[in-house]
């Protein structure tokens, strides 16, 4: 663990590093500030990083541009950039020094005396802090919805709502902005990591970094491990099959040491750490989507080595973080539900007309099996027993997994329902289906016209009970992906971002524009699924 530097040291010397002598061309514009633009940005970051100063700037102060540089006049200190701004790296009059978000993304490797540099890195980085506190699939990331933070002119006391959040990016970030966050997901693993992510922000560097050495050094793995301390009798016989023997009886061990923890964010945190290992001891493939066996031999005490290790690695990284993040006060709340976004408004009753912004991001249409995918670590975490999980996928928005049944309900539904959605969606619905329905097609292909049909209705649903949150004239961010299929042989597209932006007008959003994005290639082990093109949809409650 990171004990060479103390928190204020460590931000100080951070600082400090990356400050840097104004060039010599921009020393006559003595009272504007200048605003050096991260090199590496896609196109529509760099339109999103113009819109975020401008923005901050307000409608008092002016923004140019001079010799590659940005420049503003503008009445309000320096300091409230170096703290907010996302895409920009150096802020300043006389010299340039760093911006809180840059310092927050040289983090991610760890800092320590030894391997200090002053140059700033020069690359995408978006695993820092807690954002790489879980390797779940389909998360978007974090500078773009702190830089939608900042467009969206969101007052500092205003909540912000992620009715879909995943692994909990949006409600991270706007309690890093010094905003309180409600949130909600019908995954259990999914609101478990949204907490921890999100609550940890609110620790001090210190705190957190005592806490975890004091808790690992206080855990004993040698206790009792029977299945029915852990597991019921169902799930212990489901996991057999996914695990070796040791390696179950080391992950009892290790949940019953993580269930002795008293404080409930270390505990969840501890939590986080196993589930990121889980994989790595079972014998599901390692990048696979599906729950797919393949035996590996297993070495006793594996589990348990790399969950420390894993907690080690997390505590390098996000201590850091947490010595370079501002403090904040008044201290923000944060609100994590499990529930449906369908079911927002009745889940968030008692804010409802009092949020201020809305940023997620939602599933794709039938792309990413998201309940599936992390099916062990639901059962080996006691989040969701196996006998429940068919129960819950089919409520899933954006879910591939139905039965016949709920095929054939989930078309009727559609067939009753379909005058509630734009044309252009029941076109290409009853396009698909006239294929697809055909008795010679497999079932994967015969359930996607009703999954589709269930996708969009439900998402009309979500944002219509979303938009009963907003306060007037509030702005709500969908971060949309677009997906595929292929219909007698030919390969056709699905417009999500298009269809989604005429689905939120019925919801009762008004529209105000799509800014498409340059899909920024993922590093998780999941981006081999995910989609090719993606979409800011941008409205006003």
């Not at 409230?80 to 790296?89: A, E, N, P, S």
């Not at 734009?422 to 076109?427: E, N």
């Not at 697809?436 to 269930?454: C, D, T, W």
């Not at 969908?478 to 005429?502: A, H, M, Q, R």
């Amino acid at each position: 663990m990171q004990k060479e530097l103390t928190p204020s040291r460590l931000a100080k010397r951070l600082s400090e590093r990356f400050t840097s002598s104004m060039p010599l061309f921009l020393t006559s514009d003595e009272e504007a500030l200048k605003f050096e633009i991260k090199p590496y940005l896609q196109p529509f970051e760099q339109d999103l990083a113009v819109r975020e100063l401008i923005a901050l700037v307000g409608p008092e102060g002016r923004v140019f541009n001079k010799y590659g540089y940005h420049l503003a006049c503008t009445d309000k200190n320096e300091e409230v950039f170096r703290q907010r701004l996302t895409y920009w790296q150096r802020v300043g009059k006389s010299v340039l020094t760093p911006t809180v978000q840059k310092q927050l993304e040289f983090t991610q490797n760890g800092v320590n005396e030894s391997n200090g540099t002053n140059a700033l890195h020069r690359a995408r980085r978006l695993r820092y802090g807690p954002h790489g506190i879980h390797e779940y699939r389909g998360k978007f990331f974090p500078q773009l919805v702190r830089s939608l933070i900042n467009i969206s002119g969101v007052a500092d006391d205003g909540i912000i709502c992620d009715p879909m959040s995943g692994s909990g990016t949006t409600a991270c970030e706007a309690l890093a902005a010094g905003h309180s966050v409600v949130a909600a997901d019908l995954n259990p693993l999914s609101v478990l990591i949204t907490r921890v992510k999100a609550a940890l922000v609110l620790e001090s560097a210190d705190g957190f970094r005592l806490a975890v050495s004091r808790y690992i050094n206080a855990f004993e793995f040698d206790g009792p491990t029977a299945r029915n301390l852990v597991w019921s009798a169902s799930d212990f016989e489901y996991l057999q099959r996914w695990f070796a023997p040791a390696a179950l009886k080391d992950l009892a061990a290790a949940e019953l040491a993580i269930r002795a923890v008293r404080k409930p964010l270390y505990r969840d945190f501890f939590r986080v750490c196993l589930s990121n290992i889980i994989r790595s001891v079972s014998w599901q493939k390692d990048t696979d989507l599906r729950v797919r066996k393949e035996v590996k031999g297993y070495k006793p005490g594996t589990a348990i080595a790399r969950f420390i290790e894993e907690v080690q690695k997390q505590v390098d990284r996000i201590y850091p973080y947490l010595c370079v993040l501002p403090k904040l006060s008044p201290r923000p709340f944060l609100d994590v539900r499990q529930g449906d976004a369908i079911d927002a408004a009745a889940l968030f009753q008692e804010y409802s007309g009092r949020v201020g912004l809305l940023v997620t991001s939602p599933p794709y249409a039938t792309a990413l099996p998201y309940l599936d995918t992390d099916r062990l670590s639901l059962i080996v975490l006691g989040l969701l027993p196996r006998a429940r999980h068919g129960e819950l996928e089919a409520k899933m928005v954006g879910t591939r997994e139905v039965s016949e049944r709920e095929r054939a309900i989930a078309w009727e539904l559609y067939l009753h329902r379909r005058h509630e959605l734009p044309q252009d969606v029941t076109k290409l619905i009853e396009q698909i289906a006239d294929s697809n329905h055909q008795p010679e097609v497999g079932f994967r292909r015969r359930n996607l016209p009703a999954l589709l049909g269930k996708y969009f209705l439900d998402m009309l649903d979500a944002m219509r009970s979303a938009r009963m949150l907003m306060t007037r004239g509030a702005r709500g961010y969908y971060v949309v992906g677009n997906n595929s299929t292929t219909v007698d042989g030919e390969k056709v597209y699905i417009p999500t971002d298009n269809f989604l932006f005429e689905i939120g007008a019925k919801a009762g959003w008004k529209q105000e524009e799509r800014i498409p994005m340059d899909l920024i290639i993922s590093r998780d082990i999941f981006k081999e699924n995910r989609g090719s093109t993606e979409t800011i949809l941008s409205f006003r409650a």
